[in-house]
């Protein structure tokens, strides 16, 4: 299986703050990753799929890059509604691993 | 629009069965592929398999194989999931989901809350 971790497992933010949480795959996914936001007791949604494009319907301030092992996910400006859990997953290969999640809570 | 509608939550004792079902509204079964996700108290989201409802064909994780049944009701856009021989490990909230093209999952059930105790 391919094995996807996620740095930092948490961190704290304000609101406006930019945020950078990255995602590395224990093997070559090419583009192959998409990240969900997930708030507790919701269902998952998707926001990035091929590293990079953003879902419709997300707003602009969520971006993703990357492509191989490494990826990051990036919040221009943090606003209230996004502090929630984020999840990076691999649909290269299957099983569809997902990384552990970063938190992000407010400061 | 399309919409996952799950079957409601579920208590089990260990050894026990249970069956989640995951309505299509809107839209129907065979266009889509339905994927199952879990997330287990505290701890984070988990790819379970796949179900073709096309094809027929269905594709678990390692630690589901043998224990995990996928189906689909295509008159009643109606997909399932059944889970064998459940443990406490395996309280959790059981998602249904349909992918894109490159496998990312969009479109979301509500969640199915199943609790295993004796």
């Known amino acids: 299986d391919i094995q996807m971790t996620q740095s930092p497992s948490s961190l704290s933010a304000s609101v406006g703050d930019r945020v950078t949480i990255t995602c590395r795959a224990s093997q070559t996914i090419s583009s192959y990753l998409n990240w969900y936001q997930h708030h507790a007791g919701k269902a998952p949604k998707l926001l990035i799929y091929a590293a990079s494009t953003l879902q419709t319907g997300v707003p602009p301030r969520f971006s993703g890059s990357g492509s191989g092992t490494d990826f990051t996910l990036t919040i221009s400006s943090l606003q209230p509604e996004d502090f929630a859990t984020y999840y990076c997953q691999q649909s290269y290969i299957i099983p569809f691993t997902f990384g552990p999640g970063t938190k992000v809570d407010i400061k | 629009q399309v919409h996952l509608v799950q079957s409601g939550a579920e208590v089990k004792r260990p050894g026990a069965s249970v069956k989640v079902s995951c309505q299509v509204s809107g839209g129907t079964l065979p266009e889509f592929s339905m994927h199952w996700v879990r997330q287990a108290p505290g701890k984070g989201l988990e790819w379970m398999g796949d179900f073709d409802a096309y094809s027929g064909e269905t594709v678990s994780a390692p630690k589901f194989q043998g224990r995990v049944h996928m189906a689909a009701d295509p008159s009643t856009d109606t997909a399932s999931m059944e889970l064998r021989s459940l443990g406490s490990e395996d309280t959790a909230i059981y998602y249904c989901?349909?992918?894109?093209?490159?496998?990312?999952?969009?479109?979301w059930g509500q969640g199915t809350l199943v609790s295993v105790s004796s």
């Open positions: 989901a349909t992918p894109t093209a490159s496998g990312a999952l969009d479109l």
